[in-house]
């Protein structure tokens, strides 16, 4: 199976930058896609942005568009999300999750990321 671990959450001021990192381990062949996802409190879990394998291509949601940044190193078998201009409204928990195909085969366990204003 495959595992996902996220790590450099914490807490932040508005304006400030973070990244978190994703790192997979077991069947890392099986990542082709692979996204951060957030959840708020109260608020359902919401797309943040997805990579294909290789890394040329990348999505994201519009309200990150412009302000954070995907990226993988198949090497390491890690993600990256590059957070900058960060808001309050961006305090969540962020997920990496991945698969095949889908994006949401697999899960990590969550990173809490707080932005003070």
């Known amino acids: 199976q495959v595992q996902l671990v996220e790590s450099g959450g914490g807490l932040v001021q508005a304006g400030g930058s973070l990244r978190l990192s994703c790192t997979a381990s077991?069947?890392?062949?099986?990542?082709?896609?692979m996204a951060w996802f957030r959840q708020a409190p109260g608020k359902e879990r919401e797309f943040v942005a997805r990579i294909n394998w290789s890394g040329s291509s990348t999505s994201y949601a519009d309200s990150v568009k412009g302000r954070f940044t995907m990226s993988r190193d198949n090497d390491k078998s890690t993600v990256y999300l590059q957070m900058n201009s960060l808001k309050p409204d961006d305090t969540a928990v962020y997920y990496c999750?991945?698969?095949?195909?889908?994006?949401?085969?697999?899960w990590g366990q969550g990173t809490q990321v707080t932005v003070s204003s």
């Open positions: 999750a991945g698969g095949e195909r889908n994006i949401d085969d697999y």
């Open positions: 077991g069947r890392t062949s099986r990542l082709l896609v």
